[in-house]
């Protein structure tokens, strides 16, 4: 029931509030929402706990990666606004300086005069949260609802289920892009999302999920 902005900062207060980092949910937020999405977040963390969202994440990683997720707090994906130190990583500059469509085009590019994938290079190159977090955006901007369709699978797949992913992800994606996750589940994993849903949770929690994704049709 909470407007998008506040879930998603309540989210990354839980990720970084406390003692250890919860590093998959703030590369999830951060390298999914639009421009306008992270100034509506980092408002919306400034009201809700009287904090700097920025400043909380500067303190609560490191390296080139707290760079990294510095530069996306920063709204840089639109082409032309970046301005970053000249300590940043070649990879960085690219990935949180352009859009998603000179970023397609510059994977192919690169496929084509390099001897590895762009994904495949990035995980010779990088390591850790840095490596986790480029690999992230190169995979949405190829084809986000695969990478939700991932994150779901991820979520209910063996013994236990990560509630928090499957709840965070189907509430945030319901309005957005949740039709086409659930065509690429079927198509990556040869099942529905609703049947994995139905398999892996029980009672109202199990309805409520189900109800959020019938809803995308």
């Not at 100034?39 to 400034?46: G, L, M, V």
């Not at 809700?48 to 990666?65: C, N, P, W, Y």
């Not at 955006?137 to 084809?143: P, S």
Request: aromatic share 8%; net charge neutral; with cysteine.
């Amino acid at each position: 029931m909470m407007p998008p902005a506040d879930y998603d900062a309540t989210s990354l207060r839980k990720a970084v509030k406390g003692l250890g980092t919860d590093e998959t949910v703030l590369i999830e937020i951060l390298c999914t929402r639009t421009n306008a999405e992270i100034k509506d977040i980092k408002t919306s963390y400034q009201k809700m706990f009287s904090r700097d969202l920025e400043k909380d994440i500067a303190g609560d990683t490191s390296g080139h990666f707290k760079k990294f997720l510095i530069s996306l707090l920063q709204a840089l994906y639109k082409a032309g606004e970046g301005r970053l130190g000249t300590d940043e990583s070649k990879f960085n500059t690219v990935l949180v300086s352009r859009s998603f469509p000179q970023l397609r085009a510059t994977f192919d590019e690169y496929a084509k005069i390099c001897k590895y994938d762009i994904e495949e290079s990035i995980k010779r190159e990088m390591s850790g949260d840095l490596k986790d977090g480029m690999i992230s955006i190169v995979r949405i901007v190829r084809n986000a609802p695969a990478f939700f369709a991932e994150k779901l699978y991820k979520s209910m797949k063996g013994v236990g289920t990560d509630d928090n992913t499957l709840i965070r992800v189907v509430v945030t994606r319901s309005e957005v892009d949740l039709l086409d996750i659930k065509d690429a589940f079927a198509k990556l994993y040869h099942t529905s999302l609703a049947r994995f849903i139905s398999d892996d949770t029980r009672g109202n929690y199990k309805k409520i999920l189900l109800q959020l994704i019938s809803e995308q049709n």
